[in-house]
């Protein structure tokens, strides 16, 4: 059984935010399909595909996508799950959508209800799938969404500054890094191009007040890369920043920032403060 090991840290160049965060999950005929609509639904940098569901992992047995929504408030979070999901999941062939996120959610969001409009009154609620199901009539048939969606509060931006003595073995490992990640059952996602990032995009911002930006950025002399992710909770993020951190060992990769940043507002009281500790899961 891992343990939770507290580690104290410095204001590091990271910055990481406090999230609201979904988790949903989009079902078809094929993978091919129900990723078409997931690529579709996601088209912004706080969300993404976080990996494919087995046909044992649904609800109705088919093949599926696992995905993350993050924005920062709840209700910009609401907007976008209907606005989005209404034109990527339900004019997708074959999609259906589900909540995966009910385990661990401190709110819910009657995205179902949101739905039944584009029904015309034809919608029901009904029980299938041992789940609360809304079907909405549509050319092949019936479209089906879950009533109910779980909200948490997530953390987005978790970034992973490493070093070493060439640029091309840095990217290398990144890559590995990155497979890693996306190959454990973590409930991460990496929404950059590429899964990995050019250290210091935050450079600019430190001059512009209104972003909010704590920490003064210093450029690295040495060859250097980032991996940024998102991630449902402070758990998930520790699970992941674990991983990498036993990858750099005895790669000649360094390891420098390991934080969740300095400006971590409401993640753990609703004054914000600076983040003084990290938590590490250790077995």
Same mark, same amino acid.
């Given at each position: 059984m891992a343990e939770a090991k507290v580690v104290p840290v410095s204001a590091s160049y990271c910055e990481a935010i406090t999230s609201w965060c979904t988790r949903l999950l989009i079902t078809a005929k094929s993978y091919e399909w129900a990723e078409n609509s997931a690529v579709e639904l996601c088209g912004f940098s706080e969300s993404a595909i976080e990996r494919r569901a087995s046909e044992t992992e649904t609800p109705d047995g088919r093949p599926g996508v696992f995905v993350q929504l993050h924005n920062y408030t709840r209700a910009a979070l609401?907007?976008?799950?209907?606005?989005?999901?209404?034109?990527?999941?339900?004019?997708?062939?074959?999609?259906? =959508? !589900?909540?995966?996120?009910?385990?661990?959610?401190?709110? %819910?969001?009657?995205? $179902?209800? #949101?739905?039944?409009?584009? *029904?015309?009154?034809?919608?029901?609620?009904?029980k299938k799938?041992?789940?609360?199901?809304?079907?909405?009539?549509?050319?092949?048939? =019936? !479209?089906?969404?879950?009533?109910?969606?779980?909200?948490? %509060?997530?953390?987005? $931006?978790? #970034?992973?500054?490493?070093? *070493?003595?060439?640029?091309?073995?840095?990217?290398?490992?990144?890559?590995?890094?990155?497979?890693?990640l996306k190959a454990e059952p973590l409930k991460i996602i990496l929404p950059h191009p590429g899964k990995s990032v050019r250290f210091g995009e935050a450079l600019a911002a430190t001059r512009l007040s209104n972003l909010g930006v704590s920490a003064k950025f210093d450029p690295l002399k040495e060859p250097n890369a980032e991996i940024v992710f998102n991630a449902i909770s402070p758990v998930q993020a520790a699970c992941a920043i674990s991983t990498v951190k036993d990858m750099a060992k005895g790669a000649g990769v360094k390891l420098l920032g390991r934080t969740y940043g300095n400006c971590l507002r409401g993640m753990y009281d609703d004054e914000g403060y600076a983040l003084r500790e990290l938590i590490y899961l250790e077995s």
């Amino acid at each position: 059984m891992a343990e939770a090991k507290v580690v104290p840290v410095s204001a590091s160049y990271c910055e990481a935010i406090t999230s609201w965060c979904t988790r949903l999950l989009i079902t078809a005929k094929s993978y091919e399909w129900a990723e078409n609509s997931a690529v579709e639904l996601c088209g912004f940098s706080e969300s993404a595909i976080e990996r494919r569901a087995s046909e044992t992992e649904t609800p109705d047995g088919r093949p599926g996508v696992f995905v993350q929504l993050h924005n920062y408030t709840r209700a910009a979070l609401k907007g976008m799950m209907l606005a989005r999901a209404s034109q990527t999941v339900l004019t997708c062939p074959t999609t259906r =959508l !589900f909540n995966a996120i009910s385990e661990d959610s401190e709110k %819910r969001y009657k995205l $179902g209800k #949101g739905f039944s409009m584009f *029904g015309e009154g034809y919608q029901k609620l009904e029980k299938k799938w041992d789940r609360d199901m809304y079907s909405v009539p549509v050319m092949e048939g =019936l !479209f089906w969404l879950e009533e109910k969606y779980g909200l948490r %509060r997530g953390v987005v $931006g978790v #970034g992973l500054i490493f070093t *070493g003595k060439e640029q091309k073995d840095l990217v290398q490992f990144a890559a590995k890094a990155t497979e890693k990640l996306k190959a454990e059952p973590l409930k991460i996602i990496l929404p950059h191009p590429g899964k990995s990032v050019r250290f210091g995009e935050a450079l600019a911002a430190t001059r512009l007040s209104n972003l909010g930006v704590s920490a003064k950025f210093d450029p690295l002399k040495e060859p250097n890369a980032e991996i940024v992710f998102n991630a449902i909770s402070p758990v998930q993020a520790a699970c992941a920043i674990s991983t990498v951190k036993d990858m750099a060992k005895g790669a000649g990769v360094k390891l420098l920032g390991r934080t969740y940043g300095n400006c971590l507002r409401g993640m753990y009281d609703d004054e914000g403060y600076a983040l003084r500790e990290l938590i590490y899961l250790e077995s």
